[in-house]
Structures are given as structure tokens and as C-alpha cells.
């Protein structure tokens, strides 16, 4: 009973940071019909960054909830800037290209991205500790034991996803984001400033990235240059199980994958190696039964 | 008096001579100059050249004499080809990298049908190339299976592999098609790691390969010339490159190619007329991975070793990057570009830590300034053979 809660506890921490992900992909697919692949080395350089601000503010004597705001602040608006730079940059000149070429760009931006870590930042090759900010220890509930920080972390993903969920469904930017997304040509005829809205959605996406990348250093106490791969690629998956263009179903999608991990772990420990492999076969699987995810996009065009 | 004003056979002959002239001699200069200034500006010499090669008309002639005068072109190529090789001869690393070079051109041909023609994504080139190499490995104990079978059994397998995929691309397009694919590799990758029957992370070892009786990995020797012993491969791997390519070159020229484009450009139109769309897909799909397959086997045999770390999703990538810088759907302009991809960083030490980085500003560029490649596929031209 109680290895069943522990699993849960750690499945639904890796389903907050994959749900993110995915929701970032799923932005950018609804606002661009674009997948960026950048987007997982977009969460790994907001983790670089927060843990440049946590070196920062470590020198500067702050105290340690003002240390982590910073961190957290820091890591979220690195990869916001970086993510509209690269819609600005590199997405919008592109976005009458055919698919593969726009594919083919973002995932050699996040490889430049992640080369750019790896060879530029100080010892950037091997993992670097990232600081425990948050009160360690836990306690004891009928044999179950309940991290402090996992806890805190989860809730403050599940914050994040319904803030970003509020901005795009409840606000005014959100319903020029949504314009956008529905027809760019009548959006701007509506007086809605197209790139602008198109850089701050990429913006709100990669955010999110920022807001994994924080979760992910500050529960696993480590990040690596390369983790944003592997990351991207579970992302992707949740967002393409949840249908593309869907909030919702990305974060289905997200909790869906880290179930699937955590029930390998836990029913087959002897195939726990595996369980990326499995996980990656089911999501063929599901995409093979269901081609456009399992919540799609309503209206999308079957032949 | 330039070439361009040579009209005729004799100018397109001229024109394919001196194209492969130009090939050959920048591979024998960039591989056997080790001075890296020197290197530098050879490098910067051959790119001049071939800055001025189409303004000379002479892409255009020898593109002309390939398609009046199919079998002089081959001519010439097999004799620039045995040239090269007779003078690279006992030069161990130089003949690898040609080996290496034309092996991922022949996975990259693979890509062309799948990407070029049908217009279907692999980000999962590297795991079908795996497969073969793997297989290669498996069937290292089974002497009795003639060495030829054995590659032959890499691509079979590999394009077997292939079609657990093609129900999940068949039914998806876009986006999803891709991710299967990237899924596929990913996940073939990770198999690999996690598996110890198949030697995990490090890897196996592999046999070299036996001919009838001719073992690959001795000195080859022809009269009184000594070669090394990678000549043998060099030789294999160039005879299937060239079948490949003609193979490649038949489903173009010919009615499934121009079927296949139509699958790409418009499948809805297409199926009004009656073609069966799933057919054509799995056609392509199976065909590419068959040579992917091939190739890893030949691979596997020729280094002796081979480690997941081989076939990474990178890898996967750098195939289709390949692909897009060379011109999607144009034979040639992979195997050039194959040449810049693979030869550069292995000769300019320089850039050697910094060539992933350099490679993605690189296509990243390419993407903005010139989406169609280096070579850009041209439309066929059907003439009347007089």
C-alpha cells in the first residue's frame, strides 16, 4: 500500500513536469501549426539559468525564499526570452515552408542550443548539482512518506498549468492568442498586432519549459545539458496522445506517459530499463488506433 | 573557349569529365593533405570551384550527358572511382572515410526515396541502419551463412522492422507521422541499451566479412599492387552504392516515381485516380529501410564493432539533415553532400569539437537563405531519343 502511494506520489511529479512540456507544444501548434523541437533545450537553458541566479544570488547573500523565487523568476524569463527570439528569429520567416523544413529548424536550434551548454557553459559537459532550496525532510502519513518539497513542486506546476490555462482562455491576450490561432490573416484585419501575438504566445509556451526546467533541478537536485532531449520527446508524445491544439489532452497526455513509466516500474521492476521503451511503444500504439491523440482538435480534417 | 560554347555530346562528355575530375581531386586533397592551413585553403579553393562550376554550365552538361549518355557517364565515374582508389591505396584512414562516406550516401539514397520521392518522414534512418549492423552481429556464429546473405539478411530485416511502423505512419500524416518515426528511434535506441543480449552499451564485436574464400581483412592484392585492406571494402561498398543508385535512379525515371511524387504532392487528388496511396507509401517506406538495413550490416562488418552509441537520434538527424542539404529528392547532391558533412569535421581538427554546433547554424542558415539544398532537384525532362 504504501510503495503504491510512494509511486504515485513520484509519477505525478514526472506527469506535472511532462504535462508542461507538452502544454508548450501544444501552444505552439495551436497558435503556428508549427512543432518546435526546441522547445526541451528551451527548458534545459532556463535551468542553466536559474542555476546561474542561484550562483548569483548565493554571492549575494539572499535569503533562501528570496534565493528560490529568483531561481524560479529567472529560469521562466530566460526561456521565455529565448523562445520568442527564436519565433521572432527563426519560426515566423519560416512559416511557409514545408513542415519537414520547419521540423528540421527547430530541432537543429535546440542542438545548437544544447552544444552552445555543453561547450560554453563552465564544465558544462558533466551534470551540475543544482541547490536544494526547498525545506527538506517530510513526514509520515499511515506509512506513506510525503517529500516536503515533491509536494510543494507539484502544486506549484498544477498552479502554473491552470494560470496558463486562465491567460489563454479568460484575458484579452489570450483571446488575440486565439485569434491568431484560428485565422492570422482575419486576426490582423481586426487590428491585432500578428507578430507580437505570435511572440508572446511562444513566449507563454516556452514558459512553461522554464517552469519544468526549474521543477525538474529543483526535485532531482540535478540537471545535464542533454536532459531537454529526451524531455522534448516524452513532451511531444503527451501532446500528440492528448491531440495536438489541445491543452487539456496535453496534460492527459503528460500524466498518461508518467503513468505508463511508473507502472512499468512498479509491476515489472525487471523490465524497469525498459520503461522508456514500452512507454514509446504504446504511444505508437494509441497513435496507430487514434491518428490525431485521443482528445483532438474538433473539426480536423479527415479524409 | 569554354565549355559552355561546346555544344553536343562533346561538351556534355567534357562536362561529366570534368565534374568527376573535380570530385575525385578534392577527396584525394582533402584527405591527403594533413597540414591544416594548407587544408584550409584547399578547402576554400574546392569551394570556389564549385561556386563556379554551374555559372561554366558545367553542372548542366554533365547533367545533360547523364541523361543522353547514360553508360559513358558510368564509364567515367568507374574510372574516376578506381583512379581515386588506386591512389589512395595504402592509405588506411583515407579509404575508411570514403567507406563511411558512401555507406550514409547509400542510407541517405534510402531517405531520398522515402523523404525525396514519397514525401514521408524517418527520423529513425540511424535505427534501421542499426538493425542491419545488429543483425550482422547476431548472425556472427551462424559460419555457414555466406557473408553476402548476411547483408543481404540486414536489409531484410530491417525493412521487416519497417512495417510495424507503416501502420501508424500510413494512418497518420504530418506532425504524427514524424513522431512515430522520431518515437521508433528513440526507442530502438534505448532497446539497444537496456538489452545485454545484445551487448548494452557496449556494444559487439563483429566479424570482418569472407567472400569465397577472399577475407576482407587482409591487404588486397592486385599484380604487383598492394592495397589496404579497407580497399576491399571500398570496393564492395562502392559496387553497392552504384547498384543503388541505378536502382534509385530506375524508380525515378520511371512510372512509380512519378506515382510516388504524386503520393507526396497531392493524396487526395491522387487517390481519385485510382492509386492506391497505402501501397505506394509502403512501398517507399520498405524500400528505404531495406538499403538503411543493408548498409548497417556492411557497416558493422567493416569497423568489427558496433555500440548503440552508433545510432542515436542525432544520428537519425544528421541523415535527414544530409538529405535537405544535398537538395531533397536529388541523387547527387546527397552523395556531395554527404562528402561535406562526414569529411570536413573528421580533417579540420579545429572544428572537430565544435562541429555538431557549427553543422546546425549551418542547416539553420541553409533553411533561411536556400530551403531547397545545395543541388536542387530538377524536374525530369523526358526527351525523344533521337
Known sequence: ???????????????????????????????????????????????????????????????????LVFVVLISVMASAAIGAIIARGLVLPLKDAPPLNMLLMTMMVGTA?????????????????????LPSGGFDLSGVYFRYDGLILIAAGIAFIFAVQWIINRTRLGLAIRAVAEDGETARTMGINFTLTVAIAFAIGSMTAGVAGALYGLYYSEINYSMGLILAIIGFSAAIIGGLGNIWGAIVGGYLFAGLQT?????????????NVIALIVVVALIAWRPTGLLAERGSERV | ????????????????ILVTALLVGSLVAVLEIEDQRALGICVAIIAGLSFLAPKLGILRGAEQAGAHHPWAVRLIILIGFCSL??????????????????????????????????????FAGAAFLG?????????????????????????????????????????????????????????????????????????LKVPGIQIFGWDFSNDLVIGSLSF?????????????FALFMIF?????????????????????????????????????????????????????????????????????????????????????GVLVATMIVILLPEKLQFIQEYRLLLFACIIILLLMVRPAGLLARRVRVFEERH
Not at chain 1, 527548458?43 to 542553466?48: D, I, P, Q, V, W
Not at chain 2, 531484410?156 to 513522431?179: C, E, F, N
Request: aromatic share 12%; with cysteine.
Open chain 1, 1 to 67: 500500500m504504501s510503495s503504491i502511494a510512494q509511486y504515485l506520489l513520484n509519477g505525478l511529479m514526472q506527469g506535472t513536469i511532462y504535462g508542461l512540456v507538452a502544454i508548450g507544444f501544444t501552444i505552439f501548434f495551436g497558435v503556428m501549426n508549427v512543432i518546435k523541437f526546441s522547445h526541451g533545450d528551451v527548458l534545459t537553458f532556463g535551468a542553466f539559468g536559474g542555476l546561474v541566479a542561484a550562483w548569483a544570488a548565493t554571492a549575494l547573500g539572499f535569503p533562501i525564499w528570496l534565493e
Open chain 1, 113 to 133: 542550443i544544447r552544444e552552445c551548454i555543453r561547450l560554453f557553459f563552465p564544465n558544462g559537459t558533466n551534470p551540475q548539482r543544482f541547490p536544494e532550496l
Open chain 1, 263 to 275: 507502472a512499468v516500474v512498479a509491476l515489472l521492476p525487471a523490465l524497469s530499463d525498459y520503461k
Open chain 2, 1 to 16: 573557349m569554354t565549355v559552355t560554347s561546346m555544344k553536343g555530346t562533346a561538351g556534355q562528355i567534357v562536362s561529366s
Open chain 2, 85 to 122: 582508389v588506386l591512389i589512395l591505396k595504402d592509405n588506411n584512414f583515407a579509404l575508411l572515410m570514403i567507406a563511411t562516406i558512401l555507406i550514409y550516401a547509400t542510407v541517405c539514397l534510402g531517405i531520398t526515396i522515402q523523404t525525396g520521392y514519397a514525401g514521408l518522414f524517418n
Open chain 2, 131 to 203: 538493425t542491419g549492423g545488429y543483425t550482422a552481429a547476431m548472425l556472427a556464429n551462424a559460419t555457414w551463412l555466406p557473408d553476402i546473405v548476411t547483408i543481404l539478411l540486414g536489409g531484410v530485416i530491417a525493412a521487416a522492422l519497417g512495417t510495424v511502423l507503416i501502420l501508424p505512419v500510413l494512418r497518420t500524416r504530418g506532425h504524427y507521422a514524424a513522431l512515430t518515426t522520431l518515437a521508433f528511434g528513440v526507442l530502438f535506441n534505448g532497446f539497444l541499451e537496456a538489452n545485454e543480449m545484445l551487448g548494452g552499451p557496449q556494444g
Open chain 2, 228 to 240: 589496404s585492406f579497407y580497399a576491399n571494402y571500398v570496393l564492395l561498398i562502392g559496387a553497392i
Open chain 2, 248 to 332: 534509385t535512379r530506375f524508380i525515378e525515371r520511371s512510372w512509380i516515381g512519378i506515382w510516388l511524387d504524386a503520393v507526396r504532392l497531392d493524396e487526395i487528388a491522387v487517390s481519385v485516380f485510382g492509386l492506391r496511396i497505402s501501397v505506394w507509401k509502403s512501398f517507399a517506406f520498405t524500400a528505404g529501410n531495406f538499403l538503411a538495413g543493408v548498409m548497417g550490416a556492411v557497416y558493422a562488418k567493416m569497423t568489427e564493432f558496433i555500440a548503440p552509441a552508433n545510432f542515436t537520434f542525432g544520428d537519425s538527424l544528421l541523415l535527414v539533415a544530409i538529405v535537405l542539404l544535398g537538395g531533397i529528392g536529388n541523387r547527387w
